[in-house]
């Protein structure tokens, strides 16, 4: 049984840091691109940050100098370390693992809330 299980969130001040955990079972971690997604309320789901299996990283352009994504494929787990947050920042965050080359494996954990706050 395949989980991914988000951990980390939490209510932060503006400015403040987080820094979010995704621990992965059932799967091959290291043949994975792991995704990090988010989706706040009223808007639709969007792509933060994504780690290759070879470890080529992506950032949306509103995240790109305050977080970093990183995976440690000995603990099947990767992170989404976020800095300078602001309350548009506030979404429940998603963990994905897609198998390249056509992701037809495609999972997803149940997501764990930020909320960005003063």
């Known amino acids: 049984q395949v989980q991914l299980v988000e951990s980390g969130g939490g209510l932060v001040q503006p400015g403040g840091s987080l820094k979010l955990s995704c621990a992965a079972s059932?799967?091959?971690?290291?043949?994975?691109?792991i995704n990090w997604y988010r989706q706040a309320p009223g808007k639709e789901r969007e792509l933060v940050a994504a780690?290759?299996?070879?470890?080529?990283?992506n950032y949306a352009d509103f995240v790109t100098g305050r977080f970093t994504i990183s995976r440690d494929n000995a603990k099947a787990t990767a992170y989404l370390e976020m800095n300078k947050l602001a309350p548009e920042d506030t979404a429940v965050y998603y963990c994905?693992?897609?198998?390249?080359?056509?992701?037809?494996?495609?999972?997803w954990g149940k997501g764990t809330l930020v909320t960005v706050s003063s």
């Open positions: 059932g799967i091959t971690f290291s043949a994975y691109t």
């Open positions: 994905n693992a897609k198998r390249p080359p056509f992701d037809v494996l495609d999972y």
């Open positions: 780690v290759t299996k070879t470890g080529d990283l």
